[in-house]
């Protein structure tokens, strides 16, 4: 079955998993107001990551139903971040990684934020782009540390959707040791302050890892 799981992490908030696996036809098939997203549908996408911009939407809709009985379409602002359009006080976030979508919504927090990442040497290959040296010390050869390093940081580039962030110096985490499942100290660093964020993670598949954050008001 595509929908993996319905999980809550936070007294407010939903973590939602896809198993890609159905043709984009049958995706269509489960979007709500398809016309909608028929008109927001991006251009120039090869099958799969059509097939997985479609699944994340048709996840965060079944999110949504269960936190809401109030129907909305998903849009995106100006940075590229989803929102509910008339349900401003719900956070969403989306992530897609080869076969895998994940969605996470919460209830009174616009700040939340998702990755899934599938484990491969591409990580290890742009350390040097974006992860400092002490980052790069406690990774070490260590693929699935460095994918969650990335993965990591995505999930705080979205919680906070501010365009321009260098990855190696603004957004930085403390070194940490890799478990199946844990939680990883992450700092973002403006010009005038210093937000400290728990990340959590795990490894919903040997071949995958998930980070995310839900900043309750």
């Not at 616009?110 to 790069?136: C, N």
């Amino acid at each position: 079955m595509p929908l993996h799981s319905l999980s809550p992490v936070s007294a407010t908030a939903l973590l939602g998993l896809w198993h890609l696996t159905e043709p984009a036809a049958a995706l269509w098939e489960q979007l709500p107001t398809p016309a909608h997203y028929l008109a927001r549908f991006p251009e120039g996408r090869d099958e799969l990551r059509a097939r997985q911009w479609l699944a994340a939407r048709v996840l965060a809709q079944q999110l949504l139903r269960e936190l809401t009985d109030a129907p909305t379409p998903l849009e995106n602002d100006t940075n590229g971040r989803p929102y509910f359009a008339g349900l401003p006080a719900l956070g969403v976030s989306l992530s897609h990684s080869g076969e895998w979508v994940a969605a996470l919504v919460a209830r009174g927090s616009e700040a939340v934020g998702t990755d899934i990442e599938l484990i491969r040497p591409k990580a290890q290959r742009l350390a040097r782009r974006f992860l400092s040296e002490t980052e790069q010390a406690d990774a070490g050869d260590d693929a699935t540390k460095h994918c969650l390093y990335w993965s990591a940081k995505e999930t705080l580039y979205k919680l906070h959707s501010r365009r321009g962030l260098v990855f190696k110096e603004q957004l930085l985490l403390n070194p940490f040791e890799r478990r199946e499942a844990g939680v990883l100290t992450g700092h973002l660093l403006l010009e005038n302050s210093r937000r400290q964020h728990q990340i959590h993670y795990f490894q919903p598949t040997p071949e995958y890892v998930l980070t995310y954050c839900v900043e309750e008001r």
